[in-house]
T-cell receptor
Framework: DADVTQTPRNRITKTGKRIMLECSQT?????MYWYRQDPGLGLRLIYY???????NKGEISDGYSVSRQAQAKFSLSLESAIPNQTALYFC?????????????FGPGTRLLVL | GENVEQHPSTLSVQEGDSAVIKCTYS??????FPWYKQELGKGPQLIID?????GEKKDQRIAVTLNKTAKHFSLHITETQPEDSAVYFC??????????????FGKGTLLTVNP
């Protein structure tokens, strides 16, 4: 979805380096998420945020941190990258809606940690 | 927490045939079940969803069924076309704070439709 953008799209880094993945959205949604996708493991939630003052850990937050700089921006950082963090990372957004909770995903960032 | 199992992991069908993907969930409190389609090089996109107060929902060639008693739900695609080739994810969610924001995904099914 072009309304959710991620930068960079591809990144190669070395073990021990700190890197940041960025996500921006123009959908006006208050909720934002970071997921990790590994082959055969599906999508797993790393962190989520309901607004700029609300950050919550997902099921696999160890080794990651996030920053919600504005309603439209949500960044994921790897403080000291390790090879098993090699994966495809997705940002997603959603609007608080009691009828449905559609999440809109960005195009993904493919990360390789050497 | 919730656990979602999805089968099969890969599925190959001939164009025009039907495809069925099945998921089971563990938390009886789950009440929202979306299906996402991920095309190559793209992020997942919602294609259909169902709530626990409904047993079946249909949208053109796509349908989803839900059996709350057995805690399983399925995606049915009829008259498959090559553009249906993608990875499909099921997910389950419980209502928390008035919304179903926290999705637990299955591991995905790679569907290939052969012309």
């Amino acid at each position: 979805d072009a309304d959710v953008t991620q930068t960079p799209r591809n990144r190669i880094t070395k073990t021990g380096k700190r890197i940041m993945l960025e996500c921006s959205q123009t959908k006006g949604h208050d909720r934002m998420y970071w997921y990790r996708q590994d082959p055969g493991l599906g999508l797993r939630l790393i962190y989520y945020s309901f607004d700029v003052k609300d950050i919550n850990k997902g099921e696999i937050s160890d080794g990651y941190s996030v920053s919600r700089q504005a309603q439209a921006k949500f960044s994921l950082s790897l403080e000291s990258a390790i090879p098993n963090q090699t994966a495809l990372y997705f940002c997603a957004t959603s609007a608080h809606d009691q009828m449905r909770e559609t999440q809109y995903f960005g195009p993904g960032t493919r990360l390789l940690v050497l | 927490g919730e656990n979602v199992e999805q089968h099969p992991s890969t599925l190959s069908v001939q164009e025009g045939d039907s495809a069925v993907i099945k998921c089971t969930y563990s938390d009886s409190a789950s009440n929202y079940f979306p299906w996402y389609k991920q095309e190559l090089g793209k992020g997942p996109q919602l294609i259909i969803d169902i709530r626990s107060n409904v047993g079946e929902k249909k949208d053109q060639r796509i349908a989803v069924t839900l059996n709350k008693t057995a805690k399983h739900f399925s995606l049915h695609i009829t008259e498959t076309q090559p553009e249906d080739s993608a990875v499909y994810f099921c997910a389950a969610s419980t209502n928390s704070g008035g919304s179903n924001y926290k999705l637990t995904f299955g591991k995905g099914t790679l569907l290939t439709v052969n012309p």
